[in-house]
């Protein structure tokens, strides 16, 4: 079995290969997401990137998922219905974010929730949910 870590963030991919980078274990940087398709993968694992990408580019992540895998797990916030309003709303690229759900326009992937939690900062809280999807 063998592992491969990516990220937009040349310094994460940096401390995750000085911690945790061997033989079958390697990370790599990607700005595009076209520069994940050098492979097939038996599973994706996708946590808190899409909130911070533009709606184009979550849409070119997931046309490209099926044609690279059969199973990705993407971890998302998803607002607390006081904050419906932001959610999956455009966003420039860099350092914005807003919560998504794939499940929703203009996403509208078919996913099956299989966990959630609540992470909590003072007096608000977001949803975090695991989407399953099966090509």
Known sequence: MSYTGVDVSSM???KNRKRYASEKIKFDVILDPHDIE???YDLIL??????HC?????LQYLSILPRITKFALITNDEAPSSDVHV???DIPGGHSWRPIDIRREPFLQKSAVI???VNFLDERYW????HLLVY
């Open 12 to 14: 994460i991919i940096k």
């Open 38 to 40: 050098c492979g097939v």
């Open 46 to 51: 996708i946590k808190d990137v899409f909130r």
């Open 54 to 58: 533009p709606n184009e580019i979550v």
């Open 87 to 89: 959610l999956n709303c």
């Open 115 to 117: 966990a959630e939690y």
């Open 127 to 130: 949803v975090k949910r695991i």
